[in-house]
């Protein structure tokens, strides 16, 4: 992906993420989040700081936003690494090719677990602004993945990478290549 686009995608992203919806929950501090995000979330800011000092992000939860897997009510957190700091940092919060996506689902017992971990290197995430159901994700990952339908005996590299929808149904993520 060009840097422009990249810039574009990621100001796209933002958008959404920081958006007011209608239905969604305010996430106003680290403190309100459940301990396995709050721990990935704080220790990709410290990398960042790490690596430079000024990359604190916007606002403390920059980049986490509560959605609606069903729209019936599967609470979620999506949390993208490239705003967690204030901007794209190989080696602390991305890596030169990109950046990890993850979605931690709340299960019926209120526990968490991390069901979406990604390094995309390209993406576009839908979410509906009047329920904040998740309607689609498109995402660009490494070529040579199995989902991508690599071609069988060819080598990839790790900046090759091919397009694919996510959606969340019945439980479960489905991936699928555009036709």
């Known amino acids: 992906?060009?840097?422009?686009?990249?810039?574009?995608?990621?100001?796209?992203?933002?958008?959404?993420?920081?958006?007011?919806?209608?239905?969604?929950?305010?996430?106003?501090?680290?403190r309100d989040l459940p301990a396995?995000?709050?721990?990935?979330?704080?220790s990709v800011q410290r990398s960042c700081l790490e690596y430079d000092p000024r990359a604190k992000p916007f606002?403390?939860?920059?980049?986490?936003?509560?959605?609606?897997?069903?729209?019936?009510?599967r609470r979620a957190l999506l949390v993208d690494n490239l705003d967690l700091c204030r901007e794209h940092i190989a080696?602390?919060?991305?890596?030169?090719?990109?950046c990890d996506l993850r979605i931690w689902e709340q299960r019926p017992n209120g526990t968490w677990?991390?069901?979406f971990n990604?390094?995309?290197?390209?993406?576009?995430?839908?979410?509906?602004?009047?329920?904040n159901k998740l309607q689609f994700m498109a995402i660009s990952i490494y070529a040579g993945d199995p989902r991508c339908e690599p071609t069988q005996g060819r080598d990839y590299t790790?900046?090759?990478?091919?397009?694919?929808?996510v959606t969340?149904?019945?439980?479960?993520?489905?991936?699928?290549?555009?036709?």
Not at 36 to 42: A, K, L, N
Not at 91 to 98: H, I
Not at 159 to 164: K, N
Request: hydrophobic share 35%; net charge positive.
């Open 36 to 42: 396995p995000v709050r721990q990935h979330v704080q």
């Open 158 to 165: 790790s900046g090759q990478s091919c397009d694919l929808l």
């Open 59 to 73: 606002a403390e939860t920059s980049g986490i936003r509560a959605i609606d897997l069903t729209g019936k009510g």
């Open 113 to 115: 677990k991390l069901t």
């Open 1 to 30: 992906m060009t840097g422009n686009l990249r810039r574009l995608a990621s100001a796209v992203l933002g958008l959404l993420l920081l958006g007011t919806q209608t239905g969604a929950e305010d996430i106003a501090h680290l």
């Open 91 to 98: 080696g602390a919060n991305c890596s030169n090719r990109g």
């Open 118 to 131: 990604e390094h995309a290197h390209g993406k576009f995430i839908s979410v509906d602004r009047d329920t």
């Open 168 to 179: 969340y149904e019945n439980g479960r993520w489905r991936w699928r290549r555009p036709r």
